[in-house]
């Protein structure tokens, strides 16, 4: 197992280009299997996770070669309808695959996905809609498996009861080639499905956005190969923003897309950062006077995105007076709060009254661990000192470097094997703009 060393106290400073979306990445991987052509996809982020997605393509018989940030993939004729559980175990979106394999050749078994384990995040919305466009689809706990099948999937007129990123993407990529039209209703807005949904055109498929939360799919008789350029990662672009902003330096990052980050840009400049504009594709990030306090609930899109709260608290914790972040997506993203409060910061949990929380959340209320809180109050600022620390998660990793980077002090951070399933090449990138951070190997007993 590997860990980091973490020196802080240097204000970062230089230039950042941003990483191919995780969040897009994915999703492409999977959407060649909707096609025997080759798929050529650009700006992919070199991470675990996209490692492990390629595995599972690869145990289903599909040729994958890498070239730099590009992937070539070639599916082939796909004959292999098992994903090994040691393979699918390790990623939460390898569930994706059902959509395109009951499409293709009308039988799937994927093992329960694994991934980052941030609340229940249950597939029931997914299944649901699988089964209403014509699959069978039974869970056997003996094994951990799911056991899919379909004649001919059809199209169908779905409605989510809540926002579901990847049970959008999942019909979506089942529905391109089913037969007859597929509305999704209270589909997901977010932009990385935009662009999942710009390759799949690209591809030969038939499906638009009717409206900001309702997609349109036409199912067609076969797809065909493309070549896509992924966009950048806006959690990328927001973590390096807030490194700018509680260092003291300032960070200029390139592919960045402004209008991706709407409800970040308007919570940075009131808590006093600033982000200039250089040029169509250029954001200079900075924080010129002190860091003042903000109240945030994260919303599914357009609104403050879950994935960001984590570094927005650690952003807070920095500022001059007391700020609240509430979490309205996920029923369990607090992990690095008690890690924080190991480097002395003031953290308290406390839950906002809610009138109908099965309404309000967009997670399942009843899948709530008694116990968990839906908020956390900060006191600030703090200086941090040195602490050893575990990441528990993809964003607390991010939470948890970025307050070392502040902090009086050598600091150890175990568990960087979640970091690295979403930035690629982290340490090296951050030691470009001024850090100090060593990555270094446990030695074994």
């Known amino acids: 197992m590997e860990y980091f060393v973490v020196a802080g106290g240097s204000p970062l400073a230089g230039e950042v ?37 390629l595995d599972v393509l690869k145990s289903l018989g599909v040729s994958v070669r890498i070239e730099g940030n590009s992937v070539r993939i070639r599916n082939g004729h796909m004959k292999k309808s098992t994903v090994p559980l040691e393979v699918g175990a390790r990623l939460r979106t390898s569930s994706l695959v059902l959509g395109p394999m009951l499409a293709r050749i009308g039988k799937a078994r994927i093992p329960n996905p694994g991934g980052c384990r941030i609340g229940a995040r249950p ?64 589909a997901a807005e977010e932009v990385e499905i935009d662009d999942l949904i710009g390759l ?89 006077g002190p860091i003042r306090p903000t109240d945030i609930v994260t919303r599914i899109h357009p609104g403050f995105m879950t994935d960001w709260q984590g570094p927005w608290a650690l952003y807070m914790t920095q500022a001059n007076g007391i700020s609240t972040v509430h979490e309205t997506v996920f029923e369990s993203r607090f992990s690095y709060v008690s890690e924080l409060r190991k480097m002395g910061s003031s953290i308290d949990f406390f839950d906002p009254p809610v009138d109908d929380p099965e309404s309000f959340y967009n997670f399942n209320w009843g899948d709530r661990i008694e116990g968990y809180h839906q908020a956390i109050r ?35 951070i175990h568990g960087i094997e979640q970091i690295d399933r979403g930035y690629e090449r982290i340490e090296e990138r951050l030691c470009a703009l001024g850090a100090k951070i060593i990555r270094k190997r446990e030695e074994k007993l």
Do not use: C, W
């Not at 990445?25 to 052509?37: G, M, N, P, W, Y």
């Not at 059809?154 to 597929?182: D, I, Q, R, S």
């Not at 200086?383 to 970025?402: K, S």
């Open 17 to 53: 280009h941003i990483a191919g979306a995780k969040n897009v990445a994915l999703k492409a991987f999977v959407a060649s299997l909707l096609t025997d052509e080759e798929i050529t996809l650009h700006n992919v982020p070199l991470i675990t996770d996209v490692f492990f997605m």
């Open 123 to 186: 597939i029931d919305r997914h299944i649901e809609g699988l089964m209403k466009m014509g699959a069978s689809i039974a869970y056997h706990s003996e094994d951990g498996y799911f056991y899919a099948s379909a004649k001919r999937l059809h199209g169908t007129v779905f409605t989510f009861p809540k926002n579901t990123h990847t049970g959008t993407e999942t019909l979506m990529l089942a529905a391109v080639l089913a037969e007859g039209e597929t509305v999704l209703k209270n």
């Open 200 to 288: 799949l055109r690209a591809m030969g498929a038939d499906i638009r956005r009717r409206a900001p939360r309702e997609i349109v799919i036409r199912g067609v008789g076969a797809l065909h190969g493309a070549t896509y350029t992924i966009m950048p990662d806006r959690n990328e672009e927001v973590t390096f923003a807030i490194a700018a902003a509680v260092t003291g330096g300032n960070i200029t990052v390139r592919q960045s897309v402004r209008g991706h980050l709407g409800a970040f840009l308007s919570a940075f400049q009131k808590a006093g950062g600033r982000a200039e504009i250089i040029d169509e594709t250029s954001t200079r990030y900075s924080q010129p």
């Open 378 to 412: 900060i006191s600030g600022p703090t200086q941090f000192h040195n602490a050893v620390l575990v990441m528990e998660d993809l964003r607390a990793g991010a939470t948890l470097l970025l307050a070392a980077l502040t902090a009086h002090g050598e600091s150890y």
